[in-house]
């Protein structure tokens, strides 16, 4: 039985303590939280579990093997950091740092110790995008040309972070996971309707190697919820509505062919194909249940998480490249791994 210990418990973290309640082979030993009012929560919903407003008592806690880090990104770093240092395994809230050097740390720490050091990209574990994964991987779509993604709503603004670093989080996860190919450059550009808050709307695009492109759209000011992401290949396309009860995935055999038209070599006829669209099924399994049992899996047979922090950094290195390219109103940012150049 693996021991867990979690440290934040609000908004997010209640969703991680369910489920590792509910994960077989593993046991919420301790939660902390600065809030008392939260603390009360825990007492009332988990009376064995230890509650307290000292991070420490969890990190040092004997029975606590991993540590689950549900605080704010600013904070994500000490936090995982003092974990890894005490030994503990550790799983962080995305994204993995506020800042590149600061993952690289964190990765280089695990890995001295032989620790997991997993992070926590959601969409990674849910049916939907692991149906996509498997379109993909198996060519189904043929080459890809884009991908294309809208992440709206009213959404909760953020104090620590801009509306990148929460909601545009999910797609370059997302992409990190169904791409070979790795971003090399972005333009972002971004605004803000708070005066002194962070942007609460931004527009990203992302240049690869060939002619794949990627634009994100995200917005905490829409009046509507939208999470639909289009991503078009040569033979088929793919609708993913994750705000659609059951069809999250449509496959479209939907298409253009291009021929030389026979009076000039020079002038392209472009032919359109309209085939069948289908709804594949999809795992109905918790995406935070899945990741639970993987996380503990990975820590019970010293196994490297599907998103394990070198997805994480990656992920962080295009959010700072974002940042610095919306500072500069879109100038395209070249992004290295595990550095930054302009
Ligand atoms: N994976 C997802 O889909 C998803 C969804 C929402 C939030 N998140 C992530 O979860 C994290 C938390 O977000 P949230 O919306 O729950 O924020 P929140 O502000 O609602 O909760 C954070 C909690 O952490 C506590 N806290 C802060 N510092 C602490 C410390 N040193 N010791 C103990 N407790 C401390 C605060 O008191 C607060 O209750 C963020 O990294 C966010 O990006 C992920």
Redesign the pocket.
């Known amino acids: 039985m693996i021991g867990i210990g979690v440290?934040?418990?609000?908004?997010?973290?209640p969703?991680l303590v369910r489920n590792f309640m509910q994960a077989a082979g593993g046991r919420v030993i301790a939660v902390?939280?600065?809030?008392p009012e939260?603390l009360a929560r825990i007492n009332e919903q988990y009376p064995t579990i230890m509650a307290t407003?000292?991070?420490r008592e969890?990190i040092q806690h004997p029975q606590v093997d991993a540590v689950v880090?549900?605080?704010?990104?600013t904070?994500?770093y000490?936090?995982a950091f003092q974990a890894l240092r005490a030994g503990k395994h550790v799983l962080?809230?995305?994204?993995l740092t506020a800042t590149s050097g600061q993952g690289m740390s964190l990765i280089e720490e695990a890995n001295r110790r032989g620790l997991v050091l997993m992070v926590?990209?959601?969409?990674v574990y849910t049916g939907a995008v692991r149906k996509a994964q498997e379109l993909i991987a198996s060519n189904s779509l043929g080459d890809l040309y884009y991908y294309d993604s809208v992440r709206v709503n009213l959404g909760?603004f953020?104090h620590d972070?801009n509306v990148i670093?929460?909601l545009a989080?999910?797609d370059l996860a997302i992409m990190d996971y169904l791409l070979a190919l790795r971003p090399h450059a972005v333009s972002a550009t971004g605004m803000s309707h708070v005066p002194g808050g962070p942007e609460n709307i931004a527009y990203l695009t992302l240049f690869f190697d060939g002619n794949l492109i990627a634009h994100i759209h995200v917005n905490w000011l829409a009046p509507v919820k939208v999470r639909r992401t289009l991503i078009g290949g040569s033979q088929k396309m793919v609708v993913y509505d994750d705000i659609e009860p059951s069809e999250k995935i449509k496959v479209y055999d939907k298409g253009i062919t291009v021929k030389n038209g026979p009076e000039s070599l020079y002038r392209m006829l472009i032919g359109y194909r309209t085939g069948d669209m289908w709804a594949p099924q999809l795992e109905i399994a918790e995406a935070?249940q899945v990741e639970a049992l993987h996380f503990l899996d990975c820590i019970e047979n010293g196994k490297q998480p599907i998103t394990n922090g070198e997805s994480g950094l990656r992920v962080v290195n295009i959010l700072e490249a974002a940042t610095q390219s919306i500072s500069a109103r879109g100038q395209l940012v070249h992004i290295y791994p595990g550095r930054l150049a302009a």
């Open positions: 440290i934040g418990y609000g908004y997010w973290g969703n902390s939280d600065l809030r939260r407003t000292n991070f969890v880090i549900a605080t704010p990104v904070t994500h000490e936090l962080v809230e995305k994204p926590d990209h959601t969409f909760l953020q972070v670093w929460d989080v999910h935070l």
